[in-house]
């Protein structure tokens, strides 16, 4: 092949300012149309009449991604060479619609009724006040399902509505003031805790005090029609000590029986921290290496709380809401007060037929006039150890059982827990889109505990787990509601129900080995410490535990700044009754 000279090359280079192939403005390509194409474009169809009359009627997001997205591709945009040009009569053309239709102006009569179907309660909720209610009805007046303004159906429905955004978020105040000298060791997030996990077995019975009831059967039928059964209030002695003032952990504690101690609530509430929405705190004290889990005089955990994972959660004072005695503080000590009267209801007292523990009630000064209430207290051991400890770790727990009843098959006693659902107003703001109690508990029962397990799914973990770890073989759970939903001093008993504490665990979805875990956690956070008193405390707006390091003399009795938050509800009801116990005294020396 001959060599090619430098300057044939130069010369055969084109003229212009420009190289590569000539460009051209002809579309034609031998008479046929034709359309740049990109290796990068999509392949779809080979031709399509109709992409252009779609985009432009399309509009909003989709014309968006369509009219910006694709020109940036080379070839794109360029389906006008294959569009079809439409004929001028053409865009006056219409189909008609020949089906029949019917007008009902008519708001009367059979099928009517959309006129004046949103009268009273409903036109309120209609006008989209928030936390109300909207029912959509049927013919007849049945009600089909309820919505509620959030954006999904009410207790099955997603938690939060698209328009929730502009909520304003909560403050909600601490359990316990922190002290400028208090020093904040540790901060756990509730992410952290549920994922832990340990086996902990069933526990040992270590002793058994106190005396139980006989649970009267005829709670468990439902109540005659147009008849209540009213929660009478009986005046018993119930005991409620905290972990450090019982003599019997005492007792344990010297004969070093374990190196953790706590009593069933306090146990419970740290097992459920993760489902917790208000604050609350535990005192725990480490003397040589045994911790005390204790808690203050009126602490929160005593509280029974109402609809506190509910999404609309009854709002304080401050956060508009006008009924005083729906507020928070005031619904916790109700729910407290029907808990205590209902244990007393459903047994029947008799001295000939009661269930008598190996010990008496070690909390009972038997020089007073007023009658124990039904109760027994287990002091049961756990071992919390694990495979690299080369000491064994154990548990002691205090745990309280109700009542006791015969086996129907076997005939042998059967140990119970008693606890109350309570049904304040199914109407009223914080309600959680409960049912109406009075009307479906009998035909909707499984609604009603679903909605319950949604709005208080904190307070029955706490239950179940006192009855497992107490070895409870039922739990009764009570439906009590107000008589009148203004008065929060008199209610009826509505029927009672009782469960498996292990089968309505699985029905939560609640773990007690998470649980487990958590305490675990906990106790090897402390035992790492110093001798000394410290605070585990439930951050009021955060999912997080704070652990504090506090001075040794606090939360003592002569100590009045650290003294406990008091509940107004509990306060006036202490008021009371010094009230009632001066005019006693001052009728007795007249």
């Known amino acids: 092949m001959a060599p090619i000279a430098l300057t044939d090359i130069v010369a055969s280079l084109p003229t212009d300012s420009s190289w590569g192939p000539p460009t051209t403005s002809d579309s034609l390509v031998d008479g046929v149309p034709y359309a740049p194409y990109s290796k ?58 020949n089906t029949r239709t019917t ?23 209609q006008r989209g006040a928030r936390g109300t209610m909207q029912r959509t009805g049927q013919r007849g007046g049945q009600q089909q399902g309820y ?31 922190i002290k400028p000298d ?12 549920a994922k832990l996990n340990l086996d902990t077995g069933a526990g040992e019975d270590i002793d058994s005090y106190g005396f139980l009831y006989y649970y009267d059967r005829a709670f468990d039928k439902a109540p005659v029609k147009n008849t209540e059964r009213k929660l009478n209030v009986k005046d018993r002695s119930v005991y409620n000590i905290t972990t450090s003032s019982d003599p019997v952990i005492q007792d344990l504690a010297e004969k070093d029986e374990a190196t953790i101690f706590a009593t069933d609530s306090i146990l419970s509430m ?153 049904e304040f107003d199914s109407k009223a703001q914080g309600s959680g889109g409960a049912l109406d ?67 309505f665990a699985e029905q939560m979805n609640l773990n007690l080995n998470n649980g487990w875990g958590i305490v675990r956690t906990i106790v090897d956070m402390c035992l790492r410490k110093p001798e000394g008193k410290y605070v585990l405390v439930k951050d009021p707006n955060k999912q997080l535990l704070r652990l504090y390091e506090v001075p040794p003399a606090s939360f003592e009795e002569g100590e009045e700044d650290d003294g406990p938050v008091t509940l107004p509800a509990v306060k006036e009801k202490e008021e009371g009754k010094k009230e009632d116990g001066e005019k006693k005294d001052e009728g007795g020396e007249e």
Not at 444 to 471: D, F, H
Request: proline fraction near 3%.
């Open 40 to 97: 990068s474009d999509k392949l779809g169809r080979m031709a399509d009449w109709t992409t252009e009359g779609k985009d432009r009627d399309r509009g909003g997001r989709q014309q968006y991604n369509r009219n910006y997205r694709d020109q940036q591709v080379y070839g794109a945009g360029t389906s006008s060479l294959f569009a079809v040009q439409t004929a001028e009569d053409e865009s006056s053309f219409s189909v008609v619609d």
């Open 103 to 125: 007008n009902k102006t008519r708001g009367f009569g059979r099928g009517g009724g959309t006129v004046f179907r949103g009268r009273g309660r409903g036109a309120q909720a």
């Open 147 to 177: 919505y509620d303004n959030r954006g999904g159906r009410g207790g099955r429905g997603r938690r939060f509505g698209w328009k929730d955004y502009d909520k304003p978020q909560r403050n909600r105040d601490s359990s316990v003031t």
């Open 182 to 193: 208090w020093n904040m060791l540790e901060e756990i997030d509730f992410n952290r805790l």
């Open 270 to 422: 740290l097992m459920c921290s993760p489902r917790s929405i208000y604050s609350w705190d535990i005192v725990i004290t480490r003397h040589g290496n045994k911790l005390f889990l204790d808690k203050r005089d009126g602490s929160q955990i005593d509280m029974v709380s109402v609809n506190e994972n509910a999404a609309d959660a009854p709002l304080e004072a401050s956060e508009g809401n006008k009924d005083p005695i729906n507020f928070p503080a005031m619904l916790a000590s109700e729910a407290t007060a029907i808990n205590e009267l209902f244990v007393n209801e459903v047994v029947q007292e008799s001295d000939n037929s009661k269930h008598e523990m190996q010990h008496p009630n070690p909390f009972h000064n038997y020089e007073e006039t007023e009658p124990l209430a039904s109760k027994a207290y287990r002091y049961r051991r756990f071992d919390l150890s694990l495979e690299k400890d080369e000491e064994p770790l154990h548990l002691v727990v205090r745990t309280e059982l109700d009542a006791v009843m015969k086996n129907n098959i076997s005939g042998d006693d059967q140990f119970l827990t008693i606890k109350a659902l309570n």
């Open 437 to 503: 109690w009075r009307t479906k508990l009998t035909t909707q029962r499984g609604a009603v505990v679903a909605t319950e397990m949604k709005n208080n799914s904190c307070k029955l973990a706490r239950w179940t787990t006192q009855s497992i770890i107490a070895k409870a073989d039922v739990m009764k759970l009570g439906f009590v509601s107000r008589a009148n939903p203004k008065s929060n001093s008199n209610h009826v008993i509505l029927g009672v129900v009782g469960y498996d504490p292990r089968k």
